[in-house]
């Protein structure tokens, strides 16, 4: 039974060779919408996989640079990955941090709650763009639509529900946001109405004045 990471390396060796630099390369963000991991996981694991032989490989020399080594997927290799995508994914807990963050916002005064909220909205938004840039630059290599046969399928697939989570996102992000400005509007407002309570009231005393100092001297 392989790692979540490893049938991850699996998959994309099933579409062509690559070396271990092109594989990090697909799992870092921006780019990482198929999974993300860093170098001291990824070449780990790739070796594992090369032990096992599902996956092999060969030194390259383009000339330009040093030799790479250039994996590929094995028979054996494409035969677990086949079974491991043909079998119902593990339940995932949901640990978010920002969903951590937001449950304990209170905690932290209303200005560093909106500056966390801006960033992540920022950040995001940068996201979304890049992937949506993506899927298009995925569509236009395609004259016709993308069926379930193109090679490109795959990844049109895995693009679109990563851009489904980065617009829920935003949209959850905007929305808190709007919670606390909205919350910032009715603070302002009770300020308002106790000033002009306060000046009123100063102002009834001022009229009073007067009025007594007649009554006096009547």
């Given at each position: 039974m392989l790692s979540s990471l490893g049938y991850v390396i699996l998959a994309l060796l099933a579409t062509k060779p690559q070396s271990g630099y092109d594989l990090a390369r697909q799992m870092k963000?921006?780019?990482?919408?198929?999974?993300?991991?860093?170098?001291?996981?990824?070449y780990p694991e790739l070796a594992r996989l090369v032990r096992s032989g599902m996956v092999d490989w060969e030194r390259v020399d383009k000339g330009a640079g040093p030799p790479r080594r250039v994996h590929s997927i094995?028979?054996?290799?494409?035969?677990e990955l086949a079974n491991w995508v043909a079998r119902s994914p593990q339940p995932k807990p949901m640990n978010d941090e920002l969903v951590v963050k937001a449950y304990a916002l209170r905690r932290v005064s209303q200005t560093k709650a909106?500056?966390?909220l801006r960033d992540e909205l920022e950040s995001h938004e940068r996201r979304l763009?890049?992937?949506?840039?993506?899927a298009e630059a995925s569509r236009s290599r395609i004259k016709t639509s993308i069926g379930i046969d193109s090679p490109r399928f795959g990844e049109y697939a895995a693009l679109r529900r990563a851009i489904g989570m980065e617009r829920d996102y935003v949209v959850w992000c905007r929305w808190l946001l709007g919670r606390f400005s909205k919350r910032a509007s009715n603070a302002d407002a009770t300020r308002k109405s106790r000033r002009n309570v306060a000046w009123l009231r100063?102002?009834?005393?001022?009229?009073?004045?007067?009025?007594?100092?007649?009554a006096i001297r009547s």
């Open positions: 963000p921006p780019l990482g919408f198929l999974w993300q991991a860093k170098h001291g996981q990824i094995t028979a054996k290799g494409k035969a909106r500056a966390l763009a890049t992937l949506e840039q993506l100063s102002s009834d005393l001022v009229d009073a004045r007067p009025s007594s100092r007649r």
